[in-house]
């Protein structure tokens, strides 16, 4: 179920439980209190799967991007020599100019490793955007990069800061005055809700 149609269940149950006229405003303050409880509970389930969605996505996408090849011997040893040098390139155009010479060279472990360390200088706010110019050097010069790289950047947490998605429902105009802990406390309470939709209700 989506968060939008969890939404749209939460108001119509909210609705039937209104409308009810056998309930005692009591009764129907803890079902509505109860209903909000359960589809508060649902959207933050419906958040927590796309965020290991969201997480078990990036971290494939960085390791095809960013991660190391199974390397041994001297493999190994120039793979680590050119992550550490391409780490002193502290200003953009002087790592596109190495990257450069590097693609002219056929050196594919000083490429992948600007191009790893440019990746990771982009990511920075600001000062980060000098860098796209490496790292898109890298994507053109390497299959799949770009694809794989655009991606990632487009990737978007769920629940951040700007995602207004699994904010948690309004509660209904007869509970507006309590604080979300005495709604829990409305749901929690021991009073049982009788009626035919009761247990849906309640």
């Known amino acids: 179920m989506t ?28 079902a509505m209190a109860r209903a909000h409880q359960a589809a508060s509970e649902r959207i933050a389930a419906a958040r927590d799967a796309d965020r290991q969605q969201y997480e078990t996505r990036r971290q494939q996408l960085e390791k095809r991007l960013f991660g190391q090849r199974e390397l041994s011997g001297s493999d190994a040893l120039s793979a680590r020599d050119a992550r550490e040098r391409a780490a002193q390139y502290t200003h953009p155009d002087e790592a596109l100019a190495a990257y450069k010479r590097a693609e002219r ?5 000083m490429m992948r490793a600007l191009g790893n360390w440019a990746a990771d200088q982009a990511a920075m706010p600001i000062l980060g955007e000098a860098w796209h110019g490496v790292v898109e050097q890298h994507a053109a010069a390497t299959p799949g990069y770009a694809a794989n790289l655009e991606e990632l950047r487009s ?3 769920p629940g951040g800061y700007d995602d207004h998605t699994y904010v948690t429902p309004a509660v ?12 829990a406390s409305l749901a929690n309470s021991e009073m049982t809700v009788y009626g035919n939709d009761g247990p849906e209700a309640a």
């Open 3 to 30: 968060v939008d149609q969890i939404r749209d269940a939460y108001a119509r149950q909210v609705e039937k439980i209104r409308a009810r006229q056998d309930l005692t405003p009591q009764a129907k303050t803890v």
């Open 105 to 109: 060279d056929g050196d594919r472990d």
């Open 155 to 157: 990737l978007r947490e």
């Open 172 to 183: 209904p105009s007869e509970l507006g005055r309590l604080s979300p802990q005495q709604v």
